[in-house]
């Protein structure tokens, strides 16, 4: 049922990997900006970072499974009415050498990190298409333009490259229909996912010798939400390592 305490100038955004980190960082930004939010992850109603409320939808489940994407989608539009932000940000990484991934981590990556993607972003533009307005941001890594030796990371490579083309090739797809598709590329964020033994060797992979803060992400997921001439674009926030070496 619809939430009736909706009003059309509340907007509403679906985020997925909400329970932690950077996806739990944007979702509570969402909310303190006015949004609803339907936020997902594989027991997001387990992990106690969100609450379920009038503002806010919990939905536990692999969002790589078909059926857990519609349901999301769904979700957002049924309790509030529309849908004008997806936030594509569930995502493993797996660093190993090239010539140790098992057919396991293979899989998980590309289900995960593809399919997560793919068909939550098929039923979200479905619908905004209906409305004729809505965002996309997808967050991948900026390791898919600048890999760096001595950090091996081919499947994040391979599948957050994707996303960047695909990026591209959605907003030119839908751009005459009001729908914009951006991505954000980090550096390594200063998340629980980092040990703090490991933290000097991690602040080294950037040109600004120091950690990107989650709220350094979610600033950009702001700024592309209130920049409607921005489609197609990947935004960089990795402290300059996308430039060059160094």
Excluded: C
């Excluded at 950077?22 to 006015?34: D, R």
């Excluded at 793919?118 to 479905?126: D, G, H, R």
């Excluded at 307005?133 to 990371?153: K, R």
């Amino acid at each position: 049922m619809k939430n009736e305490n909706t009003t059309p100038s509340q907007k509403v955004a679906i985020v997925t990997g909400a329970s932690s980190g950077i996806g739990l960082g944007m979702a509570q930004t969402l909310l303190e900006k006015g949004y609803r939010v339907v936020a997902n992850s594989r027991n997001i109603t387990k992990s106690g970072s969100l609450t379920s409320s009038e503002n806010v939808v919990l939905i536990d489940g692999d969002i790589a499974d078909k059926a857990v994407a519609t349901r999301v989608v769904n979700a957002a539009v049924q309790n509030f009415g529309q849908l004008d932000l997806l936030v594509n940000n569930a995502g493993i990484f797996i660093p190993k050498p090239f010539t140790e991934y098992t057919p396991d981590d293979f899989n998980r990556v590309l289900s995960t990190n593809l399919a997560g993607f793919f068909y939550v972003t098929q039923s979200a533009i479905a619908q905004m298409r209906a409305q004729k307005s809505g965002l996309v941001v997808n967050i991948t890594t900026t390791l898919a333009d600048q890999p760096i030796a001595g950090v091996s990371a081919a499947l994040a490579n391979l599948t957050k490259g994707g996303l960047q083309s695909a990026t591209k090739a959605l907003a030119m797809e839908y751009a005459a229909e009001g729908i914009r598709v951006n991505a954000i590329a980090p550096g390594v964020v200063n998340t629980p996912m980092h040990a703090s033994e490991n933290h000097e060797f991690l602040k080294g992979l950037h040109p600004i010798h120091r950690l990107a803060e989650i709220s350094e992400i979610v600033d950009a997921l702001l700024y592309l939400i209130a920049a409607p001439f921005v489609t197609g674009q990947t935004l960089y926030i990795d402290g300059g390592a996308h430039a060059g070496k160094w």
